[in-house]
């Protein structure tokens, strides 16, 4: 089964982000728009979000959601560790009789090198801030100015009603 924590989370985090470089408001319902994402795996996702200091809400009707900290003090790991908890990206197989050198060895051995897979893909995650993806996205950005501020203004207009 697939999971889409990771990839949601930063996607609200980034969203979050530039939402405040441009002075808009965030909220769960803008942020599942945006992501055309159920409303409750975003308030899902908030919660660790909220618990590892990398957002801050504030309830209410004017409600809103914030960067709990700078984005050049906000890596990709963080957001990774903060949504999969302790989930490994790959299982091992449960130990079975030790009948020959495989079945005898194979356990420790796929455990050893998806142990250094994690550790790689985690120092990978921690070279990137968010602000770093931010100002990627924007480099990158196929789409002009007017197309965006008109598409970011109808999210927010239609996540209000």
Excluded at 27 to 47: C, D, H, Q, W, Y
Excluded at 79 to 98: F, Q
Excluded at 131 to 153: F, I, P, Q
Aim: aromatic share 6%.
């Amino acid at each position: 089964m697939l999971d889409f924590r990771f990839p949601t989370a930063l996607q609200m985090v980034l969203s979050v982000a530039l939402a405040e470089k441009q002075g808009l408001r965030s909220t769960s319902a803008i942020l599942a728009a945006g992501l055309e994402a159920n409303p409750s795996f975003i308030r899902k996702l908030m919660v660790p979000l909220t618990k590892n200091g990398i957002i801050v809400s504030t309830l209410g009707r004017n409600g809103s959601i914030h960067l709990g900290r700078p984005v050049e003090e906000i890596t990709l790991r963080d957001i990774y560790l903060s949504v999969i908890d302790d989930k490994r990206i790959w299982a091992a197989r449960p130990e079975g009789p030790a009948r020959c050198l495989v079945s005898a060895n194979a356990c420790w051995y796929f455990k050893s090198v998806v142990n250094e897979a994690e550790e790689a893909s985690l120092a990978v995650l921690e070279r990137h801030t968010v602000a770093d993806a931010l100002a990627e996205l924007e480099r990158g950005d196929k789409r002009s100015w007017t197309e965006y501020v008109a598409e970011t203004a109808k999210l927010a207009e239609a996540a209000d009603k």
